[in-house]
C-alpha cells in the first residue's frame, strides 16, 4: 500500500515537473521579447531534471512498484524461468539462440582441432617417418568417421523414431499448454500445493539475515505459474531423453571400436623415448571419444523438432500475456531466474536493488545487535573516563619520570610510589566514570578521516605559509612536495600499512598524507596572494610580523585554506574507503567490501548512501565555517 502510494506521488510530482518546464520554456519564447527575460529562465532545467528523475525512478524504484501492484509476478516468472531454463538446452542445439546447428559446430571445431594435430605432426622433429604415416592415418580414420554421423540413409530406425516421438511430444505440448486445463491437477494436489506455497512465503528480502538478499517462492500461486510449471517439468524430460540419443549405426560403431583398438595397440608398443608420438595419438583419440559423445545428425534430421521448439516457444509467450509486459516494463535492471528448483532475482542478487529491500536491512544493520559482524553501524558504549585518558597519554611520560618502579618485599607486598601511580595514569588503569563513546563502522570511519584531515591541516597550513613567505623554504620544499603529492594515494596504501598496521595508525597516516599536500599548496597559494599594498599598510601603522601575518595574511589566505580542507576532504573519503578495502576489520569501506564478495547489492547501496552523507556533513560544515570567518568571500 505505501509503496503504490508513493509511486503515485512520485509519478505526478515528476510529470508536473515536466509539465512546469514545458510551460516556461514557452513562456520564456514570449517574455525574451515582449517581457520580463528572467522571470521565465530555467525552464529546460526543469524538463532534464523531470526527465532524469523519472529515468532512475523508473530503474531503482521499478522492481518495488511490481511488488506492490503484482505481488504475484515474481512467483509467476519464476515458473516461466524454469520453462525457460528447460528450452534452453534444447535451443542450444539448433540456430536459434545460436548462430550453427549443434552438429555444424561440434564437426567445425573437431575438423579444426584434427588440423592442428596434422601441423604438429608434419613440423615434428621428434618424430619418426614411420610413426607420422601411422598418426596420419589415425586423423583420417578419425575424419572418416564424421560422413558415418551425417549420412541420413545410415540413420538407424530406432533413433529415426524415438526423434519422431520426442517433436510428437513437444507438438503435443504446444497444443495441450493453451488449455486452461493443461496441469489437469486434483483437488487432494491443488490443496497441497496452497498449503506448501503459504509455508513457502512472499516475495521479499529476508528481514532476519543480511546475508540473504531475495527470497523468491518457488512453489506456483497461481493457475497461470502452475501452467508453466507443468510444461518445464514435461520439458526436462523431454530433454534428459534426447540427450541420451546417440546417433551410432552399426558402421560409425564398427569403424569407431577398430579406430580405438588401433590406437591402443600401437600406444601400448611404445616406450618413455617415444612419448610425443604416444601423446599426439591420445590427443587424436580424444577428439574421436567427443565426436562420440556429441551425437552428431544429419543435418536435416531435426528440422520436425527445431520447428515444434520455435513453436513451443512462441506459443507460451503467448500464454504469458500482461506478464511479459510486467517483466519488460517493471523489471529493466534484470528479471527472474530459475536454477533448478530455485529462483533468483537475476542470480544471487541484481546490482539494483528493490528501494524496500535496501530499507530493509539498512534497518536492520541499525539494530546494534546486529549490525555488520557483530559491530553496529552508529551506537554508543559507556567507557570509562580513565581509558580516554590511557588512550591519549603516551606511557613514555611515566618512563620519562625521576625514580624507579617499586619492587616487592620479602613477605611479597608492592607498594606504590610517584612513578607507579603516575604509570597507572597513563596506562588509564584507574577508575572514574563512565561518559557514552560512540562506536561502530561509521564511527571509526569518521574519526579515521577527521583525524588524518586535522593533522594534514596543523602541518600543512604553517608549513605552507612559510613557503609563501619565504623564498628558501619555497625552493627546498616546493619540489619534494610537487614530487611526492602526483603519487595517487593508493600507491602509498601497502607501503604505509606494512609498516604502520592494518589499525588505525597507518590508515589515519595515510589520510595524512593525502590532506597535507592538499593544506600546503592552498596555503602557499593564499599567502602568496596576499596583496603587497595590505603589508606595506599595515607596517606604515606599526604593526609588527606577527600582527602582519595574524591580521592581514592569515585572513587573507583563509579562502584558499578552507577551499583546500574542502577538496582534502573529499580526498581522504576517497582514500580511506580504499584503505579500509584493502586492509581492514571495521569501517564503512570494510563493509562494503565484505558485501561485494557476497553480492549483497543492498549492503553496498548502503554504504554508499552513507558515504555520500557524510561527505555532505562534511562540506556543509566546511561551508558554515566559510560563512562564519570570512563573510567578505566573493564581495569585492
Not at 214 to 232: D, H
Not at 297 to 306: A, I, Q, S
Not at 371 to 378: A, D, S, T, V
Not at 393 to 406: E, F, Q, R, S, T
Request: contains cysteine; proline residues 4%.
Amino acid at each position: 500500500m505505501i509503496t503504490g502510494f508513493l509511486t503515485f506521488i512520485f509519478f505526478f510530482a515528476i510529470v508536473g515537473c515536466i509539465l512546469y518546464g514545458r510551460k516556461l520554456i514557452k513562456r520564456e519564447r514570449v517574455d525574451a521579447v515582449f517581457g520580463n527575460p528572467e522571470r521565465a529562465k530555467g525552464g529546460i532545467h526543469w524538463v532534464i531534471v523531470g526527465s532524469s528523475f523519472l529515468l532512475l525512478i523508473w530503474l531503482y524504484y521499478s522492481w518495488d512498484i511490481a511488488k506492490s501492484f503484482f505481488p504475484r509476478s515474481a512467483n509467476e516468472l519464476c515458473q516461466v524461468g524454469k520453462v525457460n531454463e528447460s528450452l534452453m538446452s534444447l535451443k542450444y542445439l539448433f540456430p536459434i539462440d545460436e548462430r550453427q546447428l549443434k552438429s555444424t559446430s561440434v564437426i567445425e571445431t573437431e575438423t579444426e582441432n584434427l588440423n592442428k594435430i596434422i601441423f604438429e605432426i608434419k613440423n615434428s622433429e621428434e618424430v619418426s617417418e614411420q610413426n607420422k604415416g601411422k598418426l596420419l592415418n589415425f586423423i583420417t580414420e578419425t575424419k572418416n568417421t564424421i560422413p558415418l554421423l551425417t549420412n541420413e540413409k545410415l540413420l538407424s530406425f530406432e533413433t529415426k523414431e524415438n526423434i519422431r516421438i520426442l517433436t510428437e511430444r513437444i507438438n503435443t505440448l504446444s497444443k495441450d499448454f493453451v488449455r486452461d486445463d493443461y496441469s489437469n491437477e486434483s483437488d487432494e494436489e491443488r490443496i497441497k500445493r496452497i498449503q506448501a506455497a503459504g509455508q513457502e512465503g512472499t516475495w521479499s528480502a529476508s528481514s532476519t539475515s543480511i546475508e540473504n538478499t531475495v527470497e523468491i517462492p518457488s512453489i506456483p500461486k497461481t493457475e497461470r505459474g502452475l501452467k508453466f510449471q507443468t510444461a518445464a517439468l514435461e520439458l526436462n524430460s523431454i530433454s534428459d531423453e534426447f540427450f541420451e540419443l546417440r546417433n551410432h549405426n552399426d558402421r560409425y560403431t564398427s569403424v569407431l571400436e577398430n579406430l580405438k583398438k588401433e590406437i591402443k595397440e600401437y600406444r601400448s608398443n611404445f616406450d618413455n623415448s617415444d612419448e610425443i608420438s604416444s601423446s599426439l595419438a591420445k590427443d587424436i583419440l580424444k577428439i574421436a571419444r567427443r565426436i562420440e559423445y556429441a551425437s552428431i545428425f544429419p543435418p536435416n534430421t531435426l528440422k520436425g523438432m527445431e520447428a515444434s521448439i520455435v513453436s513451443f516457444d512462441n506459443i507460451q509467450k503467448k500464454e504469458q500475456g500482461g506478464l511479459r509486459w510486467v517483466d519488460i516494463l517493471l523489471f529493466p535492471s534484470g528479471t527472474i531466474i530459475s536454477s533448478g528448483p530455485s529462483c533468483s532475482e537475476q542470480g544471487s542478487g541484481r546490482w539494483l536493488p528493490k528501494p524496500s529491500d535496501t530499507i530493509n536491512k539498512f534497518t536492520l544493520m541499525l539494530n546494534p545487535k546486529v549490525g555488520f559482524k557483530q559491530i553496529p553501524l552508529i551506537w554508543y558504549e559507556m567507557m570509562d573516563v580513565s581509558k580516554i585518558v590511557g588512550f591519549i597519554l603516551p606511557d613514555w611520560i611515566a618512563d620519562a619520570l625521576p625514580g624507579k618502579y617499586p619492587v616487592h618485599n620479602e613477605q611479597g607486598e608492592i607498594k606504590s610510589n610517584f612513578k607507579s601511580k603516575a604509570l597507572s595514569l597513563v596506562t588509564g588503569d584507574f577508575e572514574l566514570f563512565k561518559i557514552p563513546i560512540p562506536t561502530g563502522h561509521i564511527w571509526d570511519s569518521f574519526l579515521r578521516v577527521f583525524l588524518g584531515l586535522v593533522a594534514g591541516i596543523i602541518v600543512g597550513v604553517p608549513l605552507g605559509l612559510f613557503m609563501g613567505l619565504n623564498r628558501f623554504a619555497k625552493g627546498f620544499f616546493d619540489p619534494l612536495i610537487e614530487l611526492y603529492r602526483p603519487v595517487p594515494p593508493l600507491a602509498w596504501a601497502p607501503l604505509v600499512i606494512s609498516v604502520l598496521g592494518i589499525d588505525n595508525l597507518g590508515k589515519v597516516f595515510l589520510l595524512f598524507m593525502v590532506s597535507l599536500s592538499i593544506m600546503i599548496i592552498s596555503a602557499r597559494a593564499g599567502a602568496s596572494g596576499t596583496q603587497l599594498s595590505k603589508i606595506h599598510a599595515a607596517h606604515s601603522l606599526g604593526a609588527s610580523k606577527w600582527q602582519i601575518l595574524r591580521h592581514v595574511i592569515f585572513p587573507n589566505s583563509l579562502p584558499e585554506i578552507l577551499t583546500g580542507i574542502r577538496v582534502a576532504t573529499g580526498m581522504c573519503w576517497g582514500t580511506l574507503v580504499a584503505a579500509e578495502f584493502l586492509a581492514g576489520t571495521t569501517g564503512v569501506g570494510f563493509v562494503e567490501n565484505v558485501a561485494k564478495k557476497y553480492f549483497q547489492y543492498e549492503v553496498i547501496w548502503i554504504t554508499i548512501f552513507i558515504m555520500g552523507m557524510l561527505g555532505l556533513i562534511f562540506d556543509i560544515t566546511i561551508r558554515k565555517i566559510i560563512d562564519k570567518t570570512i563573510p567578505w568571500r566573493g564581495k569585492g
